[in-house]
């Protein structure tokens, strides 16, 4: 078992440090919708896994976490990988009435929106279906990401079920709030879909007149989506950076699936392609992403927040989800305001201003 698990950990290694294969997106010349077809035209053809085996393999290494257990995307629950009989939590059928029960598989970009069909690439495909408590996943269901307002369920890492308040939000509906720091990882898987599947993605709005996939998808293969969640979409994908974890994923999907997220190799691609949702971004939702946090790491256990825009509310977030402040209509001083006393650790500092949020990881040694 010992040699087992440091196999385990020695091929993350390798898998998280590969680089981009040269040349891959030599192709990827153009701007625009241009771009995104010659994207397409590169990460389309891949091979499909097997939704069973194949997935639950490839977790093993595109989704471990530095413990060994499953990185998983709505809770902080430690499963272990592996069939029950074996001493793991994968699901297998029973159980999932309340979190950390199982683990199962989560189609992000909900199966009852390209019509649900197994078999198809969309169905299996890892970039978008990743690991989850089964017991969250089946409290998401369908339901289309969003800001919530009033939460009526919140997961142990954070996410959130309640009314939606994204800006120009023209529904009333439940939606489903990621956790800050999983939030640009949801955007950019949204942008492969749009750009994988460009073929196709244009005909699916109508399998789900009825339901959120109608209020998310607005019938074209180009822009793909309704303005409101475009532009929700970049604010997550500027305000929640590329981590080591997507590039590490990123690297462990191509090894099977022989295609890559180009967004994550590419952060840039997004606002090529979708310039305009980028220009007609309000001034405060960009300047969110500007938001400057110094010195980070501090080694005196303070920090300094710089801003040039109001700040409604501050939130410092330990690693497993923990509130330690929360202050409200803090008063900056020179478009500064100070953290003080903070305990050593690792924290995610959460900032909110009209209705739109930005998280900084913060290191204080």
Sequence with gaps: MKKNYLLLLLLSFCVGFSQIPAGYYNSATGTGFTLKTQLYNKI??????????????????????????????????????????????????????????????????????????????MYSDAFHVMPSDKYDNGM????????????????????????CITPNYPYSLNVFEPTDELKGDIARNYFYMATCYENVIGSWQTLDVTGSGNTVLDGT?????????????????????????????????????????????HPEYV???????????????????SISLFPNPTNEHKINISSSIPVDEIQLITIDGQLMMNIKKPIFNNNSYTLENLPQGFYLLKLNSDNQSVTKKVIVN
């Design 44 to 121: 389309s053809p891949h091979t499909v896994l097997i939704y069973g085996s194949g997935l639950w393999n490839l977790y093993q290494t595109s989704d471990v976490r530095p413990n060994g257990t499953v990185w998983d995307i709505y809770s902080t629950c430690n499963f272990i990988f592996g069939t029950v009989a074996n001493g793991g939590n994968q699901d297998d059928g029973t159980l999932g009435n309340a979190e950390c029960q199982r683990f199962n598989k989560e189609h992000t970009f909900p199966k009852s929106w390209f019509g649900g069909v197994n078999g198809t690439a």
């Design 140 to 163: 998401r269901g369908s339901l289309a990401y969003g800001m919530v307002g009033t939460a009526s369920y919140t997961t142990s890492n954070g996410s959130k079920i309640g009314n």
């Design 221 to 265: 293969n180009d822009n793909v989506f309704e303005p409101w969640f475009l532009n929700m979409l970049i604010i997550w994908h500027n305000q929640d950076p590329v981590s080591q974890k997507e590039i590490s994923r990123n690297n462990a999907v191509y090894a099977v699936q022989g295609n890559r997220n180009p967004f994550i190799d």
């Design 271 to 289: 606002c090529q392609i979708w310039s305009t949702a980028c220009a007609n971004l309000s001034i405060n939702a960009l300047d969110l992403a």
